[in-house]
Each structure stands twice: as structure tokens, then as C-alpha cells.
């Protein structure tokens, strides 16, 4: 076994952002003790090694660094991991990591994967003492953080699962206020208007958030069929590419309350037709191309014509007012045709560019 005290009390004392003298006016000792200790010159009596373990929030196993030959940590994790290929049930996990969190009951992996385990038999089962134990759990995973190393936790995503806890436990009070406190860009918009309005019954302040969350989705969706039609483009799957060009055409005017008015959405919906036409370009559908250049400079001089900056025609949306709303096609959706024609011009036949040319002109 080896021991990395001195090397460990420097590093959970930097991830926990002390200084050395932050750490020794904790301890109520000197300045020079902790650098002999960080320097391994000199070691803390038990009493200290518990202490920072406890400020730490870590084990003193953890802290002492440890490593005995098939008992340490990892290879239990990594056993219990094994178990949950291995069709063992949720509750056989759940009971394995309890019996660690004995013995390792501040490291993060270990609390973090029972905490899991609790959340999901009490979800699944309705079990309210499982819930409470989960949130209990996740609490302290907060409290451990500074161990972690997946990019893919943090923070938010903890005290997300201690909402879906309390909403499961009917708790909605508490389920709401989490999500609130979490509520980054809107990323729990959806969660939070659906308790309001189904649980709750605060109908206008949960449309709100229901509102906000489904404009993030239609530009969220936007930008997801965007980035498929980049990519069949790149790979050469021009026939997928044409069909993320329709969906997104068809999930535009399906998102028009009317579809005699005009709408914001029509300017998105003119470069969709434009990029449509290059795929049928580069297909070799020459009418099809040409018939969706059309409708594009169509669409766009419309648009151009009466333009729509508002939230106003957009299905769904009643109780948000905003003064303007903006993309970055350009000022104008002619303009937005111009810039998307070049930044595809290596992909799009000379013909179909002329064909281009001679419609904006005509148009103009």
C-alpha cells in the first residue's frame, strides 16, 4: 500500500479552493504546518487526518491514499458496474452500494451511484422512502463535487434529479423550486410549466414557461435538421439531405396558425426551400430544383414585402409579447437567400447559379 497524504491534502485543498492559510485558520493551526504537510516533511496526528477528511468531504481513506490489492474503491465500483450488465436487478445494485457507502461514505462515485439506484427503484416503484433516501444522497453528491471527474455531471444536472425526486414524491412545491433554481437558459422550462398547469393549476404562470420552452424547441429543432442537412451534404447522402430539407419545411408551416398570413417563420422557410433546390440540384432534378428556387425568391420577396419580426401567427403562442425577434440569415430574406447561395456555391451547378441570378433580378 502506499501512502499520498501529503500530495493529497494539496490537491482536494485546491480543488476545494482554500489556500493554505484559508486551510490553517480552519484547523486553528499555523501557516508552516500545513506546507510541512503538503510537503511531506511532517505528517497530521489522526485527529487532524479526520478532521480534513470531514472539511474535505471525503474519507479518510480517500484523503490518507490508500491502494490495498483488490479492496480499493475502483475495483468495487467497477465490480458493481459489472452487475448491471450481469441482469442483476436495480435493488441487488442499490444494496451492493450501500454496503460501500460503509465503508467509502464520502467518496462521489460511490454516493453518486447509490444515489441513482434509489431514485430509480423509488420512480419505478412509487417507493416514497427510496425517493427521500435519493434526494438525501444526491445532497451530498452536491456536497462532493470537487472529486468528480464526468464532464457529462455537474451541479444542475444533480439538483434536476433532486426535482424529479420531489415530483415524484407529489411534492410539487419543493419539485418546482429546484427546477427554478436550476433553470439555465430555460433548460427546465418544460418541466416547470407542466407541474404548474397539471399539478399546480396556475394555468397563466405555467403557459408562460410551456410558451418559452416550445419557442426554444422550434429553434432547437431548426438548428438539429440544419445540422443534418450539413452533414448529409458533407457525406454525400444528398437523398437524406433532401429529406431534412422537407421536414423542416413541413414542420414550419405546420407551426403557422393560420397559413393564409404571414409569419416570422416564412423567412427560415424561404432558405429552406433554397436549400431543398440544391439537393434536388445536385441530384440531377432539374425541374424539382428550379420549381424550390422558385418558391424560395417567391417566399422571400413576400416576406420582404409585409416583414414579420414578431411572435405573432405562431401556433400555440398566446401569453408571450415580444417587440422583435431576429436569426442571422441577414436583414432581409433575400439578403438571407444571397448568403446562403454562397456559402453553398461549391456544391450548386453553374446553371442552377444562373438560374438563381436571372430570379433575384427579376424579383428585385
Known amino acids: 500500500m502506499e501512502n499520498k497524504l501529503a500530495e493529497n491534502i494539496r490537491i482536494y485543498r485546491k480543488n476545494m479552493g482554500f489556500t493554505q492559510e484559508q486551510l490553517a485558520e480552519r484547523l486553528g493551526i499555523t501557516l508552516g504546518t500545513i506546507s510541512k504537510w503538503e510537503r511531506g516533511t511532517s505528517e497530521p496526528d489522526l485527529l487532524y487526518v479526520m478532521q480534513i477528511a470531514e472539511l474535505f468531504h471525503i474519507s479518510v481513506d480517500a484523503l490518507i491514499g490508500f491502494t490495498m490489492h483488490g479492496n480499493n474503491v475502483e475495483t468495487e465500483i467497477e465490480r458493481i458496474c459489472a452487475m448491471q450488465t450481469n441482469d442483476c436487478t436495480i435493488e441487488q445494485v442499490a444494496k451492493e452500494y450501500d454496503n460501500l457507502l460503509i465503508k467509502f461514505p464520502n467518496n462521489f462515485d460511490v454516493v453518486h451511484g447509490a444515489a441513482k439506484c434509489h431514485m430509480q427503484i423509488g420512480i419505478v416503484y412509487r417507493q416514497h422512502d427510496e ?110 439531405g433532401i429529406r431534412a430539407a422537407r421536414w423542416v419545411i413541413d414542420y414550419l408551416k405546420n407551426l403557422k396558425d393560420d397559413p393564409e398570413k404571414a409569419c416570422y417563420l416564412d423567412k427560415i422557410s424561404s432558405i429552406s426551400y433554397l436549400v431543398l433546390a440544391f439537393g434536388q440540384d445536385v441530384s440531377g432534378r432539374n425541374q424539382d430544383a428550379e420549381d424550390s428556387l422558385r418558391e424560395a425568391v417567391r417566399m422571400a420577396r413576400a416576406f420582404d414585402a ?59
Open 131 to 240: 425517493l427521500k433516501r435519493a434526494i438525501e444522497l444526491f445532497r451530498h453528491t452536491i456536497d462532493l463535487l470537487s472529486q468528480n471527474k464526468d464532464p457529462d455531471i455537474n451541479e444542475v444536472k444533480l439538483r434536476n434529479d433532486i426535482a424529479q425526486c420531489y415530483s415524484t414524491l407529489e411534492d410539487y412545491k419543493k419539485a418546482v423550486e429546484e427546477y427554478k433554481k436550476n433553470n439555465v437558459c430555460g433548460n427546465n422550462d418544460a418541466e416547470i410549466g407542466l407541474i404548474l398547469i397539471d399539478k399546480e393549476k396556475k394555468l397563466q404562470e405555467g403557459m408562460k414557461y410551456t410558451e418559452t420552452a416550445f419557442l426554444n424547441m422550434i429553434s432547437q429543432m431548426i438548428s438539429i435538421f440544419s445540422s443534418y442537412v450539413c452533414y448529409y451534404r458533407e457525406s454525400k447522402e444528398i437523398e437524406k
Open 306 to 364: 409585409n416583414p414579420v419580426y414578431t411572435l405573432d401567427n405562431i401556433a400555440f403562442v398566446e401569453h408571450i409579447h415580444s417587440s422583435h425577434v431576429y436569426d442571422n440569415g441577414g436583414p432581409t430574406a433575400m439578403e438571407g437567400l444571397r448568403r446562403t447561395m454562397d456559402e453553398n456555391k461549391d456544391i450548386i451547378s453553374d446553371a442552377f447559379k444562373q438560374k438563381f441570378e436571372m430570379l433575384m433580378k427579376n424579383e428585385a
